[in-house]
Every structure is written in structure tokens, then in C-alpha cells.
């Protein structure tokens, strides 16, 4: 089936083919042509253009799909046309809430302490071993289902609140049945690294060996993980762990993510370079040398400016990590602890506010380098012909810079 979408305001996001990612100051340009129209077919952009123009090849390929009656016919109503968020850190598959931990923290707990006293993440993990896998579907569904209508077309999600590989498995296949029959295209990670489970309190070591001489080759026979992920900082796990954990998934076809330097400068970033990290992730408390090992690899550092407003925490310095033409990428993080929010907008928004980036660094990383940390990039996160056509319709505004600057406004009117 071919769609024409017509009428469109701002067709907004527009990069040459083969254009995989956008760093340093190739990030402040996010391309636009305004009265346009585009057109697709079989669920790829074909063709795209001026609207308003006489004469020219542009002009008669509008004419033309707007004259035939085969194709379906979008009227974006001088609304903005832009590639869908790309959201390249989500943990969206988790059991009911922590709200109580929310209150525990305004009476001054830190994420840290939290965890110490056994909460946080454990927390979840024993709520979602009492939760059949059903409806765990059905809850982190309803989850996806609000995403994509703010805008996401493409997600990581990882597991990581199983922490035995029971659970784990569980978590895993719950994202493989939303692979099968969400729009969203979903990318899986497996992060049985994510704590130590609590039967292994105190015997980390022991718990390492499970997650790499059970977990990894149960998931890797099932085929279940696209990647694999370490939660590397202070209190949970040391980059030497983190190394065997991400070289045992190698072996099974996991490319590597990393949590690193969330809570401390904790090697996550150097390990990552190494193990040739698809991104790493967080980043927080990260040290400048950390920013001049990413310049000499390809590891997209990934921040996540939601977590820092949640914890009343640091930013991640995206600022300074664009400026020394690094191709940085912002994601959600959304889950129950550190996080309750997947609205990629708000995330762009607290990414100008917070980070300093501009509006065109802050929708370009949330767009085709978001799709780049997910190893994406060559067929999302732009408008591109030949690229899929994972967009979204917005009600009309005045520019892109609109976009974050209205930053509770619901723009967004279709998402396909």
C-alpha cells in the first residue's frame, strides 16, 4: 500500500542516504522544507518534496499521487511531519509501581541508599517474580501503547528485574510476543547484570558465575537478546565483571551496551571503548578523559536527562561531548524506580533546558542517533528515502524549535 501525506507545514528531519549518525556540529542541523508532501510504499519513503511548486520533478510526483486513487491519502493539515523518536534506553517490562520509593526520596534518600537497604531495584524483582507473564504483557503493552502515541516508533527494552534466569527468560519472552505484534520496532537487551539477585547477597562472585555460566547461554539458545548490558558503577557491578559478563554474551551474538558512570566515575565508559559498546549509557558522573576515549571509537555515549530531573541529580555533560564532536543520543530510561516516564518529548525538552543543547541537537539526538544506539540508523530516525516510514503528524507550530519549547504541550496528532 502507498500513503501520500499532503499538507504538511514543516517536513522536518530530512538527511542525505547513508547518513547513519550526526556528531559535533553536524548536530545543529535539523533540515527542514516547508508545504511539502511525502509519500510512501510498503512502508518505506519513496519520494517527498515541495508542494507548492509549478514546475519540476517534485511538483509532477505530487500531482500524480494526489490524482490516484489506489494510493491513501494523509492530510497532515499544515501540522509538522518528523521521524519518530527513536528511544534507545528503555526498562518499560516491569511489575505494578514504586511509588513509595518516590515519597522516600523526597524525604531526602538517595537512589544509592535506597538500593543499599535492599529496595530499588530488588524491589521490582520480587514484585515481577509473583507476576505471571501475561500479565506482564499486558502491563508493559499498555506501556508501549502510550509511547507510540507520544511519538516513539523504535525502543530498546531490557530485562533486569528478574535477576535469576527463571525470571530473566520471562522478561525476555514477554519483549519477544511485543516484537510480534506491536507497531513499535523493538530492539531486546538482556540485563540480568542489572543487581545482584537477593538469594546472592554477599556473594557477588557467585552471582557473576550464574549470570554468565546459565544466564547468558539459556538466553542466547532462545535467541531472545539483541544485546547485552552491565549495570558497571559504584555498589553494583566492577569493570573487571563487567568485561567476562559482556565477553560471554559476545559469544552468543549479544553486542554490548553499558550502564556507566551514573553514580560515580566508574571505569564503565573505558570498559565499553574496549568491548566496543554499541553506547554507553547514563553517564552522569563521567570524566572528561571518558570524553576523549569516545572520540577515538564508535560508542555513542547516550544520556538520559530524565533520570537526572527524577533523582534531583548531575546531567550528563551532552553539552560538552557535542562540542568535542562526539555524536551524542538522549533516551528515556523509562522504569519504575528512577524514571516513570517514556515521553521522548519531555526528554528533548529537559535535554535544551537542563543540557544547553539546542533544539536541533535535541531532536537529532533523539531521532537518528537514538536510532544509531540501537544499531537502527540505516532504515530509521530520519527522512530519507528508502528509510522506513516510522513519522509523526503533529498539530500545526511555528517551527521545530516549538517542539521542546512547548515543553507540556500535546502536539503530536498520528503517529504511523
Not at 146 to 155: L, N
Not at 156 to 175: A, C, F, H, P, W
Not at 243 to 249: D, F, K, M, Q, V
Request: hydrophobic share 40%.
Amino acid at each position: 500500500m502507498s500513503i501520500l501525506i499532503h499538507n504538511i507545514g514543516i517536513l522536518g528531519g530530512i538527511l542525505p542516504e547513508g547518513t547513519e549518525r550526526l556528531a559535533g556540529t553536524e548536530m545543529a542541523q535539523f533540515a527542514t522544507i516547508r508545504d511539502a508532501y511525502l509519500l510512501t510504499y510498503k512502508g518505506a519513503i519513496i519520494d517527498f518534496g515541495t508542494m507548492r511548486d509549478d514546475t519540476g520533478t517534485e511538483a509532477q510526483n505530487y500531482r500524480a499521487a494526489l490524482g490516484n486513487d489506489s494510493i491513501q491519502q494523509i492530510d497532515a493539515r499544515g501540522g509538522a511531519v518528523l521521524p519518530c523518536w527513536c528511544d534507545a534506553h528503555t526498562h518499560i517490562v516491569y511489575a505494578g509501581s514504586r511509588e513509595g520509593e518516590f515519597t522516600d526520596k523526597i524525604r531526602g534518600l538517595s537512589y544509592a541508599e535506597i538500593a543499599a537497604r535492599g529496595g530499588g531495584i530488588l524491589n521490582s524483582a520480587d514484585l515481577l517474580h509473583r507476576t505471571s507473564e501475561e500479565d506482564l504483557y499486558a502491563q508493559a503493552m499498555q506501556r508501549l501503547d502510550d509511547m507510540h502515541r507520544s511519538g516513539t516508533g523504535c525502543v530498546e527494552i531490557k530485562s533486569g528485574y528478574g535477576l535469576n534466569t527463571d525470571d530473566e527468560l520471562k522478561m525476555l519472552r514477554v519483549i519477544r510476543e511485543m516484537k510480534r505484534h506491536s507497531k513499535v520496532k523493538i530492539m531486546s537487551t538482556f540485563l540480568g547484570a542489572h543487581a545482584v539477585g537477593r538469594a546472592y547477597t554477599g556473594r557477588q562472585a557467585a552471582y557473576v558465575d550464574l549470570v554468565v555460566n546459565e544466564m547468558i547461554p539459556a538466553v542466547g539458545r532462545e535467541g531472545l537478546a539483541d544485546f547485552i548490558d552491565v549495570f558497571c558503577d559504584q555498589g553494583f557491578f566492577t569493570p573487571d565483571e563487567t568485561r567476562r559478563i559482556l565477553r560471554a554474551g559476545a559469544e552468543w551474538g549479544m553486542r554490548p551496551k553499558i550502564h556507566a558512570c551514573e553514580l560515580a566515575d566508574s571505569g564503565g565508559v573505558r570498559v565499553g571503548v574496549e568491548m566496543n559498546a554499541l553506547s554507553v549509557d547514563h553517564l552522569e558522573s563521567m570524566a572528561d578523559a571518558d570524553i576523549e576515549l569516545l572520540r577515538a571509537s564508535h560508542t555513542i555515549p547516550t544520556a538520559l536527562p530524565g533520570t537526572s530531573f527524577f533523582l534531583n541529580m548531575p546531567y550528563a555533560p551532552a553539552r560538552k561531548m557535542i562540542d568535542r564532536g562526539l555524536a551524542v543520543a538522549i533516551a528515556s530510561d523509562s522504569n519504575p524506580g528512577s524514571t516513570p516516564s517514556g515521553d521522548m518529548k519531555f526528554v528533548c525538552s529537559l535535554a535544551c533546558i537542563k543540557q544547553r543543547l539546542q533544539p536541533a541537537e535535541a531532536l537529532n539526538a533523539a531521532t537518528i542517533n537514538g536510532a544509531a544506539a540501537m544499531g537502527l540508523s540505516r532504515d530509521y530516525g530520519s527522512i530519507t528515502v528508502g528509510k522506513q516510514a516510522r513519522l509523526t503528524i503533529t498539530r500545526p507550530i511555528p517551527s521545530i524549535d516549538y517542539i521542546p519549547y512547548a515543553y507540556t504541550e500535546p502536539l503530536i496528532v498520528d503517529t504511523l
